[in-house]
């Protein structure tokens, strides 16, 4: 009976860790025996804190599949203010890896690449991965991260969207900008907006 029971345990528990409950647990024809589906989320504006500057971190989110998302996370460098202290700036695609539902909303898991923008002066138009660019002040570089991200519904459009994440950039050539900094940045946020 054992032997039997074994393969059973490990589809229901693969079915868990994919995100839902196997479908045999309810009656067919059931509405409650129906898996529900997380909210889609189309785009979100989020704020909060970072390690990667003094200022508030803001994120604007655009998702054309719904298990993915394009980010640009920053402290508004150029437009909101002028600070020459070093910040960095993050362009990043979000892979939603499952979603686990919960009293209050939903966990989704989710790893992220893209590139980052450091910067130790005032924003320059454009993007140099090779060099600080004709200034000195910026560099950019390849960043990988991973974050938990949660979704509280509002109403059957609106959501609270909060996010939890780290990431890690590599700058080749921040040694050499006017104020020298480290290759290696790692960063983590907490941001939290809304969402439609």
């Known amino acids: 009976m054992r032997r039997i029971q074994l393969p059973f345990r490990c589809l229901r528990l693969m079915a868990v860790l994919g995100g839902g409950l196997a479908a045999a647990e309810e009656p067919a ?21 970072s390690t990667s500057g003094r200022r508030p971190s803001i994120c604007l989110e655009l998702s054309p599949l719904a298990r993915l998302g394009l980010e640009a996370c920053g402290t508004g460098s150029g437009f909101l203010h002028h600070d ?18 919960t009293r209050l909303g939903w966990l989704q898991p989710r790893l992220s690449a893209g590139f980052a923008e450091l910067q130790v ?43 939890l994440g780290v990431s890690a950039a590599y700058f080749r050539a921040a040694p050499s900008l006017i104020k020298p900094q480290n290759r290696f940045q790692p960063s983590a946020s907490f941001t939290l907006g809304v969402g439609f």
């Not at 020459?84 to 993050?90: F, G, N, Q, R, V």
């Open 29 to 49: 024809g059931t509405v409650e025996g129906a898996r529900e589906e997380p909210p889609r989320n189309y785009g979100n504006l989020r704020a909060g804190a």
């Open 121 to 163: 002066g005032e924003d320059g138009a454009g993007f140099d991965f090779s060099d600080t660019g004709p200034t000195g002040v910026e560099t950019a570089g390849p960043e990988l991260g991973a974050s938990v991200r949660a979704l509280f519904p509002l109403s059957s459009r609106l959501e609270l969207v909060g996010e």
């Open 84 to 101: 020459p202290e070093p910040t960095l700036t993050h362009f990043r695609a979000n892979l939603t890896l499952t979603s686990w539902k």
